[in-house]
Nanobody, 124 residues
Framework: QVQLVESGGGLVQAGDSLRLSCAASGRAFSSYVVGWFRQAPGKEREFVAAITWRGGSTYYDDSVKGRFTISRDNAKNTVYLQMNSLKPEDTAVYYC?????????????????WGQGTQVTVSS
């Protein structure tokens, strides 16, 4: 069983930055992919970014490319999402998720493990 715990959300102004953390525990993660998703009120959960644990390959949704950076710290079993130049439309609950198929996918149904989410609110 894998446990994921997000932290780092908060209320910021447009243009500010935040760094989210996803602490993973429960088993070895060498074959895992960890992704970040977000869900705004009244909207479906959407893919934001993902990273492979083994090689550190990354993939971003176009809406965050150039503003968000996903990274991992193997020693701490933690994945980060650095969010810069935040916009009001980035407001959502952010979730980290994981699966062990070694391939980055953007559809949330392929992710087996989910954290509880952390709220990010960007005011204009």
């Amino acid at each position: 069983q894998v446990q994921l715990v997000e932290s780092g959300g908060g209320l910021v102004q447009a243009g500010d930055s935040l760094r989210l953390s996803c602490a993973a525990s429960g088993r070895a993660f060498s074959s895992y992919v960890v992704g970040w998703f977000r869900q705004a009120p009244g909207k479906e959960r959407e893919f934001v970014a993902a990273i492979t644990w083994r090689g550190g390959s990354t993939y971003y949704d176009d809406s965050v490319k150039g503003r968000f950076t996903i990274s991992r710290d193997n020693a701490k079993n933690t994945v980060y999402l650095q969010m810069n130049s935040l916009k009001p439309e980035d407001t959502a609950v952010y979730y980290c998720a994981a699966h062990n198929r070694e391939t980055i996918v953007t559809m949330n149904r392929f992710y087996d493990y989910w954290g509880q989410g952390t709220q990010v609110t960007v005011s204009s």
